[in-house]
């Protein structure tokens, strides 16, 4: 799993690189996810809850994926597959993702999801679950172009700078 592409809008940087995260990659994705958090405008969290080592053995579990985005070397963009924990909901999984500011709009989060999504169909996953803020709407255009379905939304489920937002709930089928 290995992408490496100039963006248009960064035809000096060096490339990206997409590849399944490592332990030692804590500290990095870490610092991703907190840099998209402190915008407070496209996670629910305002603070990364685990720890380096909580994050590590995240990592770890195979029922799980973690993607990450390297330019040089930091992290610039995450995508996390967590699979339904019960046997009732082992054929689920939700997707997060988050990519810095500064990186979005160069194909990298489309990536990163289709990665995620043969993952998934190589690991019995019939059902990718996201959910997304009403407000960030180029998120939404990119998860239909990929070809998630909406499946419903929980009206005015947040206020996001003063303004009531929709919990927008989308999903991807895989093998239909």
Same mark, same amino acid.
């Given at each position: 799993?290995?992408?490496?592409?100039?963006?248009?809008?960064?035809?000096?940087?060096?490339?990206?690189?997409?590849?399944?995260?490592?332990?030692?990659?804590?500290?990095?994705?870490?610092?991703?996810?907190?840099?998209?958090?402190?915008?407070?405008?496209?996670?629910?969290?305002?603070?990364? $809850?685990?720890?380096? /080592? !909580?994050?590590?053995?995240?990592? =770890?579990?195979?029922?799980? +994926?973690?993607?990450?985005?390297?330019? #040089?070397?930091?992290?610039?963009?995450? $995508?996390?597959?967590? /699979? !339904?924990?019960?046997?009732?909901? =082992?054929?689920?999984?939700? +997707?997060?993702?988050?990519?810095?500011? #500064?990186?979005?709009?160069?194909?990298?989060?489309?990536?990163?999801?289709?990665?995620?999504?043969?993952?998934?169909?190589?690991?019995?996953?019939?059902?990718?679950?996201?959910?997304?803020?009403?407000?960030?709407?180029?998120?939404?255009?990119?998860?239909?172009?990929?070809?998630?379905?909406?499946?419903?939304?929980?009206?005015?489920?947040?206020?996001?700078?003063?303004?009531?937002?929709?919990?927008?709930?989308?999903?991807?089928?895989?093998?239909?």
């Amino acid at each position: 799993m290995l992408w490496k592409e100039k963006s248009e809008a960064q035809k000096s940087a060096s490339d990206y690189i997409i590849r399944k995260a490592d332990p030692r990659d804590a500290k990095g994705i870490i610092n991703c996810m907190q840099s998209v958090m402190d915008e407070r405008i496209y996670l629910v969290s305002e603070y990364y $809850l685990l720890t380096e /080592r !909580g994050e590590q053995e995240r990592i =770890r579990s195979p029922d799980d +994926l973690t993607l990450v985005c390297e330019r #040089g070397s930091e992290i610039v963009g995450v $995508l996390t597959i967590q /699979r !339904g924990m019960y046997r009732k909901n =082992r054929h689920t999984a939700n +997707l997060g993702i988050a990519i810095k500011s #500064g990186h979005r709009h160069s194909g990298i989060g489309t990536k990163l999801i289709t990665q995620g999504i043969d993952w998934c169909s190589e690991n019995g996953i019939k059902k990718l679950n996201l959910e997304v803020f009403s407000s960030n709407t180029n998120a939404i255009s990119l998860y239909e172009k990929i070809g998630f379905v909406h499946e419903g939304s929980r009206k005015r489920q947040f206020i996001i700078d003063g303004e009531y937002v929709d919990d927008v709930l989308m999903t991807y089928w895989i093998g239909d």
